[in-house]
């Protein structure tokens, strides 16, 4: 039951529609019988400060931060935690006594997805394809944890070392132009191989990732950030030849739990959240002209 002392914490987002958050953190609230609410909050570019002064007025305890607003965000904060220092953005805040503080659980999320599966991180070789913010995220949780032997493959060799030069000097990261041999040669070497681009995540989408399978090591773990679908031509393709696959539904539970324990100082049932996920992208996710979801049955 919703009263006056229910804490409200929001997505600020633009589109946000098509955010599974809502569904996931009002899941755990239920499960944990927290007094929470979770809101999409649909805010244009041009609104993002009233948006921000909006939250402290009316009072609320938190906020995600999502697409287009995870770096504009960060001069409306009091505070950044080292987490989003790192990564250079913010997908979560905590408003403390009038106060906001932004951190960056994306990072973590990713790792602890892995680490959640029993997969080892400590010294392996890594290729990502992406060098957009999520793909920024994932580096950082990979260098947190010692790795620094990476292959950034994009579709631009100039945004590929435009991407590197983000991290300190020093590391150990390259980037190439995917179609390039130097490509072909990190996959031939690599442990994990993770898809950071929206490839796949439309069916009907007719881009393919630049992969020559024949060269991917047998036990080679494939990663995709992608949740919905819960299997991208990428993943399949990895499945069928007897790669161990990860999709982004693990990533997504993760970093909404460590948002949920900074907010609520409670652990976060992480078990129930990734239920709640997989059943409505099984059952009923579907995304309108709009990118709003509805139901398969409102669609139809
Ligand atoms: P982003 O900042 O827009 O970056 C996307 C990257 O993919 C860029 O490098 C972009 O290259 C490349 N790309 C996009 N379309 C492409 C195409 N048709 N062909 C080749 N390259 C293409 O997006 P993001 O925030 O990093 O998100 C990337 C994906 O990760 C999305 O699918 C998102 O839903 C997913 N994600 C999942 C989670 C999770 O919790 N599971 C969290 C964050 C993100 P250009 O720069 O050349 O355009």
């Given at each position: ?5 229910t ?7 633009y589109p ?59 001069p ?26 932004g ?5 973590l ?15 392996k ?10 793909a ?6 990979l260098?947190?944890?010692g ?8 579709r ?11 991290f ?11 179609q ?5 040669e990190?996959i ?14 439309s ?10 399978w ?12 992608i949740y ?19 999709n ?38 579907e ?10 049955k409102?669609?139809?």
């Amino acid at each position: 039951m919703i009263t006056g002392k229910t804490k409200t914490i929001g997505i600020l987002g633009y589109p946000v529609g098509h955010s599974l958050s809502p569904l996931m953190h009002n899941a755990a609230f239920a499960a944990l019988e927290l007094d929470y609410i979770y809101v999409p909050l649909p805010v244009a570019p041009d609104h993002l400060g009233q948006a921000m002064a909006g939250l402290k007025a009316i009072g609320f305890v938190g906020a995600n931060v999502t697409i287009p607003h995870k770096v504009t965000i960060i001069p409306y904060l009091d505070e950044l935690d080292r987490s989003a220092e790192l990564v250079g953005a913010v997908n979560t805040i905590v408003i403390r006594k009038g106060r906001f503080i932004g951190y960056n659980t994306d990072s973590l999320g990713f790792i602890q997805s892995l680490t959640a599966k029993n997969i080892t991180i400590k010294g392996k070789k890594v290729v990502i394809m992406g060098a957009g913010g999520a793909a920024r995220a994932v580096v950082c949780g990979l260098l947190e944890q010692g790795i620094d032997q990476i292959t950034i493959g994009t579709r631009s060799n100039l945004k590929a070392q435009e991407f590197v030069k983000l991290f300190p000097a020093g590391t150990n990261i390259q980037g190439c132009d995917w179609q390039e041999e130097l490509f072909t040669e990190a996959i031939s070497q690599c442990d994990i191989l993770i898809n950071c681009t929206p490839i796949g995540m439309s069916s009907s989408q007719e881009v393919e990732l630049p992969i020559n399978w024949q060269k991917v090591q047998s036990n080679a773990i494939i990663c995709d950030l992608i949740y919905n679908p819960p299997l991208t031509n990428f993943l399949t393709e990895a499945k069928n030849r007897g790669h161990i696959v990860i999709n982004g539904a693990g990533m997504l539970v993760e970093q909404g739990a460590l948002a949920f324990e900074l907010w609520t100082g409670q652990i976060a049932p992480r078990s129930i959240m990734l239920k709640n996920l997989e059943n409505f992208v099984a059952n009923c996710m579907e995304l309108d002209k709009d990118n709003i979801i509805v139901s398969r049955k409102t669609l139809k």
